[in-house]
């Protein structure tokens, strides 16, 4: 099992920044991915960034290219996201996710974070 705490969330205006962690513990997750997702009130939970935990290859979705940045500190294992440039539209709950299929989108989630609440205002 892998447990996943999520950390940073909060309300920050647009045009901002904020920067998320996320804590692993339990199994040893090595050679698999780590990531975030999002979802916002009403919308279905979407792909924001992923990391590769040996690697640290990264991949970004759509709206987190140019403007977040995924990292990972394999010692205190724990996996950050630095969100810049934030708009009312990432306002969301952002979840930390595990999983060697991650990159298929939820059906490839083995592990949850319970998520934190990132709110956008204008």
């Known amino acids: 099992q892998v447990q996943l705490v999520e950390t940073g969330g909060g309300l920050v205006q647009a045009g901002g920044s904020l920067a998320l962690s996320c804590a692993a513990s339990g199994r040893t997750f090595t050679g698999g991915l780590m990531g975030w997702f999002r979802q916002a009130p009403g919308k279905e939970r979407e792909f924001v960034a992923a990391?590769?935990?040996?690697?640290?290859?990264?991949v970004y979705g759509v709206s987190a290219k140019g403007r977040f940045t995924i990292s990972r500190d394999s010692a205190k294992n724990t996996m950050y996201l630095r969100m810049s440039s934030l708009k009312p539209e990432d306002t969301a709950v952002y979840y930390c996710?595990?999983?060697?299929?991650?990159?298929?989108?939820?059906?490839?989630?083995?592990?949850w974070g319970k998520g934190t609440l990132v709110t956008v205002s204008s």
């Open positions: 996710a595990a999983g060697t299929r991650l990159l298929r989108g939820v059906d490839g989630v083995d592990y």
């Open positions: 990391i590769n935990w040996s690697s640290a290859g990264t």
